[in-house]
């Protein structure tokens, strides 16, 4: 996880409105998380190996807060849990 990632975080935590969805795939790609968009569907699926639950973030402009709360949430528990197995 680079400093790029780290303050997108920062930044979300802080204000989590108006947000779109290439800011979570920036945030996916720097912290490692898989994103996953089925065909023809309107949401995307985050997961990573770590959690058994997994987030889902709606395709919309701008992403409603509620997710972005979850991905924060959820992006603290990945880093939890990657703490514990190093």
């Known amino acids: 996880m680079g400093k790029r990632g780290e303050k997108l975080l920062d930044r979300m935590r802080r204000n989590p409105a108006d947000w779109r969805i290439d800011d979570v795939r920036t945030l996916c790609e720097s912290f490692g998380l898989d994103l996953d968009r089925?065909?023809?569907?309107?949401?995307y699926g985050i997961s990573d190996v770590?959690?058994?639950a997994?987030?889902?973030?709606?395709?919309a402009r701008p992403?409603?807060?509620?997710?972005?709360?979850?991905?924060?949430?959820f992006v603290d528990a990945v880093r939890v849990a990657r703490e514990k197995i190093e």
Do not use: D, K
């Open 63 to 73: 992403i409603n807060r509620v997710y972005i709360r979850q991905l924060v949430r």
């Open 50 to 52: 770590s959690q058994a």
């Open 54 to 59: 997994h987030v889902t973030i709606p395709f």
């Open 38 to 43: 089925r065909p023809n569907g309107s949401h």
